[in-house]
C-alpha cells in the first residue's frame, strides 16, 4: 500500500504562484509514475502533469496541454515527494488537485493507470 498526501493548496490571485506537495508513505517507492490531476466542479478530473520515479534511471516529464510551460512537476527521492510548481495561475486553474501513483504500465495521462490517490488539495485563483 501506499498512501498519499497532498499539501499546499490555497487562495491566489490571478498571475501568481504556488507549490503543491505529495508525500508518499508505505512501500518503498522504487519506481513509480506519479501523477497530478484536478478536478473542477462539475468537470471531469483532468491530467496535469506526470513524472516517472525511479532510484536508477532518468526521469521523465509529462503534462497537459493546458498547463504547458506554466507547471513543473518535480520529486525529491530522499523525501519520497512530489512537487508541483504552478506559475502564471489562471482563474480556469481552480480545481481540487489531487496526486496519484503507479507501479505498473500504462499512459500517464489516463486516470486508470493510477492505484493510490490522495484525498486532494483546493487552489483557487482568484481575479
Known amino acids: 500500500q501506499v498512501q498519499l498526501v497532498e499539501s499546499g493548496g490555497g487562495l491566489v490571485q490571478v498571475g501568481g504562484s504556488l507549490r503543491l506537495s505529495c508525500a508518499a508513505s508505505?512501500?518503498?517507492?522504487?519506481?513509480?509514475?506519479m501523477g497530478w490531476f484536478r478536478q473542477a466542479p462539475g468537470k471531469e478530473r483532468e491530467f496535469v502533469a506526470a513524472i516517472t520515479w525511479s532510484t536508477w534511471s532518468s526521469v521523465t516529464r509529462y503534462y497537459g496541454d493546458s498547463v504547458q510551460g506554466r507547471f513543473t512537476i518535480s520529486k525529491d527521492n530522499a523525501k519520497n515527494t512530489v512537487y508541483l510548481q504552478m506559475n502564471s495561475l489562471k482563474p480556469e486553474d481552480t480545481a481540487a488537485y489531487y496526486c496519484?501513483?503507479?507501479?505498473?504500465?500504462?499512459?500517464?495521462?489516463?486516470?486508470?493507470?493510477?492505484?493510490?490517490w490522495g484525498q486532494g488539495t483546493q487552489v483557487t485563483v482568484s481575479s
Open positions: 496519484a501513483a503507479s507501479q505498473g504500465g500504462g499512459s500517464a495521462s489516463q486516470i486508470p493507470t493510477y492505484g493510490y
Open positions: 508505505g512501500r518503498t517507492l522504487t519506481s513509480y509514475l
